[in-house]
């Protein structure tokens, strides 16, 4: 049992280019979340999923785009990377609303940096 | 819109001392509260949940507290170690969405 798991772990990318990163888990949980961590921010949501096949904005979606195609895969892409989003992106997993808790579980982030 | 804030923003100890990390809330409608502990360049390890229907949560050293209608909740760590060093957040269940909503963290430094 792996958890959440995140690929890749580290990537830096020049202005204008774009990239996926891959969130999985073996945990048969129904909703995924992608957040960012910045220094002085803390830990904000950019989208989140409810089930396959769902997706939904956050509090920061903008220059970022998701999908759940399987249940136990979530992406987010990049199709212009910025400056603005050099970050660290973690990825997070919950039974959802209908299970006895919303306890969250964490990947072990991507560090992104954008030149 | 929900606001999680965490005080103090560092705290250096003496090894050995108890310690109580705070962290407040502005709508009491929260639903689940959790405390995670990051150590740098890391990810985020999960210490204790607390349901909407607890009070407090104990594991090992660690104990938690809700009080939803002061908005609040403390980290107890007792008998602090230098492995107990790392920046702790709490985070609630508050959006709509289940998503959390963090505090800033607190860093801790537990000195030998």
């Known amino acids: 049992n792996a958890g959440v798991t995140q690929t890749p772990k580290f990537r830096v990318l020049k202005t204008g280019q774009s990239m996926t990163l891959l969130c999985a888990q073996d945990?048969?949980?129904?909703?995924m979340y992608w957040y960012r961590q910045d220094p002085g921010m803390g830990l904000r949501l950019i989208h989140y999923?409810?089930?396959?096949?769902?997706?939904a904005k956050g509090e920061v979606p903008d220059g970022y785009n998701v999908s759940r195609l399987k249940k136990q895969n979530f992406l987010l892409g990049l199709e212009s990377a910025a400056p603005s989003q050099t970050s660290v992106y973690f990825c997070?997993?919950?039974?959802?609303?209908?299970?006895?808790?919303?306890?969250?579980?964490f990947g072990p982030g991507t560090r992104l940096t954008v030149t | 819109k929900q606001e999680v804030t965490q005080i103090p923003a560092a705290l250096s100890v003496p090894e050995g001392e108890n310690l109580v990390l705070n962290c407040s809330f502005t709508d009491s409608a929260i639903y689940n509260l959790q405390w995670f502990r990051q150590d740098p360049g890391k990810g985020l390890t999960s210490l204790l949940l607390i349901q909407s229907s607890q009070r407090e949560q104990t594991s090992g050293r660690l104990n938690a507290s809700l009080d939803k209608s002061s908005g609040r909740s403390t980290l107890y760590i007792a008998a602090s170690q230098p492995g107990d060093s790392a920046t702790y957040l709490c985070?609630?269940?508050?959006?709509?969405?289940?998503?959390?909503?963090f505090g800033k963290g607190t860093k801790l430094s537990v000195k030998p």
């Open positions: 945990m048969n949980h129904e909703y």
């Open positions: 997070a997993s919950s039974y959802g609303r209908g299970a006895p808790s919303y306890e969250q579980y």
């Open positions: 999923s409810v089930g396959e096949g769902t997706t």
């Open positions: 985070a609630g269940t508050g959006g709509s969405q289940g998503n959390l909503i």
